[in-house]
């Protein structure tokens, strides 16, 4: 079983940048894509990015192509999303899941949630 823990949020001013970190426990890990979902208060949770088992494709919500990379380091079990560019509208707390499922971006075909980072954005 994966256990994911997220890291690297915080306050940053608009037009700035942010790099989140999911690590994550088992030895699968290697073995599943990678979702980032964020969930703003009043919002249900959305689909941010997705990169595949060996990082070497990657999709991403409108909202945020072009400013947003989502990579993986598998030999240290930790994916990545570095935001630039940020704007108001990202704030929001930020999960990271597994999946079998690459190419979706449906939350029920993600598990294994993380307990989320909040991440803050300044007019």
């Known amino acids: 079983q994966v256990q994911l823990v997220e890291s690297g949020g915080g306050l940053v001013q608009a037009g700035g940048s942010l790099r989140l970190s999911c690590a994550a426990s088992?030895?699968?890990?290697?073995?599943?894509?990678m979702g980032w979902f964020r969930q703003s208060p009043r919002k249900e949770r959305e689909f941010v990015a997705a990169i595949n088992w060996n990082g070497r494709s990657t999709y991403y919500a409108d909202s945020v192509k072009g400013r947003f990379t989502s990579s993986r380091d598998n030999a240290k079990n930790t994916v990545y999303l570095q935001m630039n560019s940020l704007k108001p509208d990202d704030t929001a707390v930020y999960y990271c899941?597994?999946?079998?499922?690459?190419?979706?971006?449906?939350?029920?075909?993600?598990?294994?949630w993380g307990q989320g980072t909040q991440v803050t954005v300044s007019s």
């Open positions: 088992g030895r699968t890990f290697s073995t599943y894509a």
């Open positions: 899941a597994i999946t079998n499922l690459y190419g979706s971006t449906r939350e029920t075909d993600f598990g294994s």
